[in-house]
């Protein structure tokens, strides 16, 4: 889901205002496919089910549309190139450090 909010949020700050517009359509559609296929036969489980799976579609059109603008520039135009980014390998290289620190004090 963040990167969901990332690829959207990116998409809107870069003047884009119609790609993630589609993206909500595709939620709105797939909401709507799941009520009248799925959630009449699965019931709840299928209520709960809904939002997790349409993100996976959501977010796929969304890193596309990102990947495709000329203002962007992905590393290598990988699914994984805002992981190989600076910023977010320290974030993810400080959680961690403070994480095992703590859990070494605890223990």
């Known amino acids: 889901m ?3 909010f990332i690829f959207r949020n990116s998409l809107q700050g ?5 790609t993630p517009k589609t993206s909500s359509f595709i939620e ?4 709507i496919l799941f009520v009248v296929f799925v ?7 299928g209520v709960i089910l809904c939002e997790p799976l ?9 890193y596309f ?7 962007v520039c992905l590393s ?3 699914p994984f190139s805002l992981i190989q980014s600076p ?6 290289h400080n959680y961690f450090l403070r994480h095992n620190a703590k859990s070494k004090h605890i223990s």
């Open 76 to 78: 290598a135009r990988s």
């Open 28 to 31: 709105l559609f797939g909401k």
């Open 87 to 92: 910023f977010i390998s320290y974030l993810f």
């Open 14 to 18: 870069l003047g884009k205002k119609l």
């Open 39 to 45: 959630i009449l036969y699965m019931g709840y489980l």
């Open 2 to 4: 963040g990167i969901l």
């Open 65 to 71: 549309s990102l990947r495709n603008t000329p203002d």
């Open 54 to 62: 349409l993100w996976i579609p959501m977010t796929i059109q969304l």
